[in-house]
Structure formats: structure tokens, C-alpha cells
């Protein structure tokens, strides 16, 4: 399956007073990947695809690695790993050529904001998101994910 592949440039101002990027600007990053992943690519041409809008239901986040401040901007890939009839959810790794730093995940839910409301994923952004989809390994529990962290991991 294919992965939607971001680059991410970082910013002098992301950094924390410990000289490494902030867990919150990590949240930024995801938002900026999701963004183009959902609305630069997704069908255009007069679709209506996303159109309405979406809201985020939840963030699940893993930092593995301290990412302080340089020039060559990160890369965050998505993919989704759930479509379900009124929510989907995406998962990413921000990383580079030598380091895992993040893993995420986000419960997106279509909303329809004229009416101020969830609504129902529409067949043309399943058949989008289908494109992307990696399902999750079967019986992996989150615990299970946990222990599996890359050696010198960092839990925060």
C-alpha cells in the first residue's frame, strides 16, 4: 500500500529551553502532513471530498527520540490503518535517514460544519483513503507495540 511521504522543515522556534523540539510542536507537525495528505491530495476536481470538514477525535502519540534543531528538515509518513462508516484513523513516523522520533496516531471524524455535526465518511473519500490503508496488525495491543521500541527509546 502506499504511504503519503511529508517533508517538514523545522523551525527555530519549535525548540523547547532543553534545545530539542517541543511535544507539542510534534502535534503541528502531524496537523501540516495531515493537511496536505487530506487536502492537496485527495480528490479534486469539484469533489466534495473533505470539503465539509473533519475533527480530530484523538492523538496518540510515542516519542522515541529527543529531535533537536538543524537545517535538513524530517520526513512524516502517513498512511491509515481504520475506515470505518463515521471515523478513520492515520497513523505516522517522523523520522530521517538514521532516527525513528515519533510514532502517531490521530482519530479523524467528518464533520459536516454547515450543520454542526459528525457525518458519515462519503464513498468517494473511502475509496481515497483505501488507497493508503495498512491495517494494523491483528492481536498487536498497545503494550504489545510498547515493548517493541527501538533500543535506547525514550519514554516520556
Known sequence: MARHIYSCPLRW???DAFGHVNNVVFLRYLEEARVDF???LAPGNGSDAFTGGVVVARHEIDYLK???HRHTPVTIETWVTEIRAAY???RYEIKDEEALYVRAATRIVPYDLAQGRPRRV???EESF???YLEPAEPGKTKAAKRDQRPEGAVTV
Do not use: C, G
Request: proline share 11%; net charge negative; aromatic share 6%.
Open 13 to 15: 522556534s519549535d525548540m
Open 38 to 40: 487530506m487536502w492537496r
Open 66 to 68: 529527543p529531535l533537536v
Open 88 to 90: 478513520m484513523t492515520l
Open 122 to 124: 462519503m464513498p468517494e
Open 129 to 131: 483513503l483505501t488507497a
